[in-house]
């Protein structure tokens, strides 16, 4: 499968933005869907992941409350809502899909992954 992330940019704290990922090659409700983000000087990092089926998401604590992931399996696209954004929620953020009918927040189990977008917060 191959993934396009979109949506980055420049906010200000407080601000919003929404990613986006597209999905294409095969059968994207097949997949579990992750966002990621590694900022400069880091390892990348867990921040979000949704179920094939869109019924079950888990979050790093780090977010939690204030980013949202969702699907439209229809569109083959998953998204994350961002509100509230800190600056230290600045890194380039990526998109990942696994095979697999449970939810993963670890990197190692994702099989791929896209070119990242880059979401930066000014304070």
């Known amino acids: 499968v191959q993934l396009q992330a979109c949506g980055g940019g420049l906010v200000q704290a407080g601000g919003s933005l929404r990613l986006s990922c597209a999905a294409s090659?095969?059968?994207?409700?097949?997949?579990?869907m992750g966002w990621f983000r590694q900022a400069p000087g880091k390892e990348r990092e867990f921040v979000a992941a949704i179920s094939w089926s869109g019924s079950s998401t888990y979050y790093a604590d780090s977010v939690k409350g204030r980013f949202t992931i969702s699907r439209d399996n229809a569109k083959n696209t998953v998204y994350l809502q961002m509100n509230s954004l800190k600056p230290e929620d600045t890194a380039v953020y990526y998109c990942a899909a696994a095979e697999t009918r449970t939810i993963l927040a670890g990197a190692g189990g994702y099989d791929f992954w896209g070119q990242g977008t880059l979401v930066t917060v000014s304070s």
């Open positions: 090659g095969r059968t994207f409700s097949s997949y579990c």
